[in-house]
């Protein structure tokens, strides 16, 4: 088979036709035009008849094809007596054989018609990819979407051409085999997913394959149809990287009793691979005390209800206890009940270290209040014995100005109290013993040791009397003076 270009390049210019017309009257690319024409490829026989076709001329003139000779198989030989007794009959007779012939055809015609008419909107209004081939494997029609896959017009005639005229070798040896196949035993093929021939491996489908059967049941040719699930095949492999990937375990268990589904994170989160666990009844991995809770919340998710922040625990392979918070949502008529779970075993540890913690807490409070109580109680015994000794009681700085006096040591030194504070003690002492009592001070301060002496003090209204000291250090260097009255002892001495 030769296709003769320099003839065709010069008919398509004496009739005035561009190579790009030429190109989208066959529904074709400009390229591939131009490859013919450079003979950097060689058309199908199917095409070059089509070229002749297009430029209304006989295939001859552009190769070393036959014109197509349209040649009738029925053979007229045994209908010659039928011929000749309508020829010879009646000619009324005739007339009304004829009339009724002509309106039989007429019938047929309509029919033929108003199939065709509902084939047309078929094939223009299918979204799948639909074809039909007869029993030599060559394409009778397809639909529109068929057409769009390959980039082809929708008015192009795929009438008489095989897979290898549209398809890469690899596909169109693939999908041949099969129609061969199922022309072959006429078992159908159905549902089988795979790449849409000629979509260059980006479209994914479901094809069906059937063989077309006559009235006596034998195989006239084939019917084969692509449905496009390219994109519910992106939002599942969409969805199960989400499944899969997600930490969280999610799962799908059937109302009777057993997984049906999980996913990764359950061999994380319990230890057991997924065989293990689609293997046993559920109620083996949940905890025994929480059997009668999970029973009843699986009850309410049968009657068509959710169930959100469900909590239960599940035994680790290892033996350790986990806890789960879940929300699941029925699907009744499928008897399945899809479900995510949140490990939140860290967050109960956190929670039961923090309840420990305020038990402790509680428990540290209710000691601390019992010792506020009991200072309390010393503090007013203290005040009730510094206020109401018989003792004259002064607090004095390391500088030896009084800080606070009790009401006996204001009596004994007749100043009020109040007018005591930030007044030197040394005021109130005999000078003649105030060196006394400064050496005293001097080693308090030093040694820390309790100091006494016996002075001679001065009363705020001039008269002296004997008074017996005792010290004491006290805080951040200050220190206690006790002053006791021993005028009438000494008298008696």
Request: aromatic share 8%; glycine share 6%; net charge positive.
């Amino acid at each position: 088979m030769e296709l003769h270009i320099e003839k065709l390049k010069v008919i398509r210019k004496r009739k005035k036709i561009t190579a790009e017309e030429l190109a989208k009257k066959m529904g074709i690319s400009r390229v591939t035009v131009g490859a013919w024409e450079n003979a950097k490829r060689v058309p199908s026989e199917a095409k070059i008849r089509m070229l002749a076709k297009v430029l209304d001329i006989h295939v001859s003139e552009i190769s070393d094809l036959v014109p197509d000779k349209t040649i009738s198989k029925i053979n007229l030989a045994p209908l010659g007596s039928s011929i000749s007794s309508i020829l010879s009959g009646n000619k009324e007779k005739i007339i009304n054989r004829q009339t009724n012939l002509v309106s039989g055809i007429m019938a047929m015609i309509k029919e033929l018609s108003d199939a065709k008419l509902v084939l047309g909107a078929m094939l223009s209004s299918l979204p799948s990819l639909f074809y039909i081939k007869g029993s030599d494997l060559k394409y009778i029609t397809a639909s529109e979407a068929f057409l769009k896959n390959l980039s082809l017009n929708k008015n192009y005639d795929i009438m008489g051409n095989t897979d290898y005229d549209f398809f890469p070798t690899n596909e169109a040896k693939i999908n041949s085999e099969m129609d061969k196949q199922v022309l072959a035993d006429g078992n159908s093929i159905l549902d089988k997913e795979g790449y849409i021939p000629g979509s260059r491996k980006t479209k994914w489908g479901i094809m069906s394959k059937i063989p077309i059967l006559d009235y006596e049941g034998k195989i006239e040719g084939i019917v084969g149809y692509f449905r496009d699930i390219t994109e519910h095949r992106k939002a599942e492999e969409k969805y199960d990287r989400l499944v899969n990937m997600s930490s969280s375990p999610i799962c799908v268990a059937g109302m009777d009793g057993y997984f049906k589904f999980v996913n990764p994170a359950w061999e994380r989160v319990l230890g057991y691979t997924s065989e293990e666990l689609l293997a046993k009844p559920l109620l083996r991995f949940i905890h025994p005390d929480d059997h009668a809770r999970n029973n009843a919340e699986t009850a309410r998710l049968a009657a068509g209800n959710l169930s959100v922040e469900f909590e239960n625990r599940y035994i680790h392979k290892d033996g350790s206890v986990r806890y789960f918070l879940w929300n699941s949502a029925p699907i009744p008529n499928e008897k399945l009940i899809y479900c995510i779970a949140r490990d939140i075993t860290e967050r109960k540890q956190i929670e039961e270290t923090l309840r420990v913690h305020q038990v402790e807490l509680e428990m540290q409070n209710e000691e601390l209040h019992r010792a506020h109580a009991e200072l309390d109680i010393l503090r007013e015994r203290y005040f009730n014995f510094y206020e109401s000794a018989p003792v004259g009681f002064c607090t004095l700085s390391k500088d030896g100005l009084i800080q606070e006096a009790n009401i006996t040591a204001a009596i004994m030194l007749g100043v009020d109290r109040s007018k005591l504070v930030k007044r030197s003690l040394t005021r109130f002492i005999q000078k003649a013993d105030q060196d006394q009592y400064l050496f005293k001070r001097k080693m308090l301060l030093e040694t820390g040791k309790q100091q006494i002496c016996d002075m001679r003090m001065l009363h705020a209204d001039g008269f002296l009397f004997r008074a017996y000291l005792q010290t004491a250090a006290s805080q951040n260097g200050a220190f206690m003076i006790a002053l006791s009255d021993i005028t009438g002892l000494k008298q008696l001495e």
